[in-house]
C-alpha cells in the first residue's frame, strides 16, 4: 500500500507561483510513476503532469507545458510540482496520485485510471 498526502496548496495572485509537495509512503514508491491531477469546481478531474518513476521521462498537459514543473526524490519518497505564473483558471484542488509499477523506467501515465493511489488534495486558489 502507499499512502500519499499533499501539501504546499494555497493562495496566491495571479502571476505568482506555488510549489506542491507529495510525501508517499511505502518502501517501493521508488518503482511507481506517479502524477498530479487537479479538479475545479463544477468540472471533472483532469490531467496536469506525470513522472517516471526513474524520474527521467515526464509529460504535462498543454495547459501545464512551460509553466509547471514535476519533479521527484525518491530517497525521500517525495514528488514535487513547481508552478510558475500561475491563473485564475489553475484554481482547483490538486491531487497526487501514484501507479503500482506497472511500466518501464520511462513509463509516464497520464489518465486516471492509470493511477492506483491518490491522496486527499490540497486547494491551490488563484486570484486576479
Known amino acids: 500500500q502507499v499512502q500519499l498526502v499533499e501539501s504546499g496548496g494555497g493562495l496566491v495572485q495571479a502571476g505568482g507561483s506555488l510549489r506542491l509537495s507529495c510525501a508517499a509512503s511505502g518502501r517501493t514508491f521508488g518503482r511507481f510513476a506517479a502524477g498530479w491531477f487537479r479538479q475545479a469546481p463544477g468540472k471533472e478531474r483532469e490531467f496536469v503532469a506525470s513522472i517516471s518513476w526513474s524520474g527521467g521521462t515526464t509529460d504535462y498537459s498543454d495547459s501545464a507545458k512551460g509553466r509547471f514543473t514535476i519533479s521527484r526524490d525518491n530517497a525521500k519518497n517525495m514528488v514535487y510540482l513547481q508552478m510558475n505564473s500561475l491563473k485564475p483558471e489553475d484554481t482547483a484542488v490538486y491531487y497526487c496520485?501514484?501507479?503500482?509499477?506497472?511500466?518501464?523506467?520511462?513509463?509516464?501515465?497520464?489518465?486516471?485510471?492509470?493511477?492506483?493511489?491518490w491522496g486527499q488534495g490540497t486547494q491551490v486558489t488563484v486570484s486576479s
Open positions: 496520485s501514484a501507479d503500482r509499477g506497472r511500466g518501464s523506467y520511462y513509463y509516464t501515465p497520464n489518465r486516471e485510471s492509470e493511477f492506483d493511489y
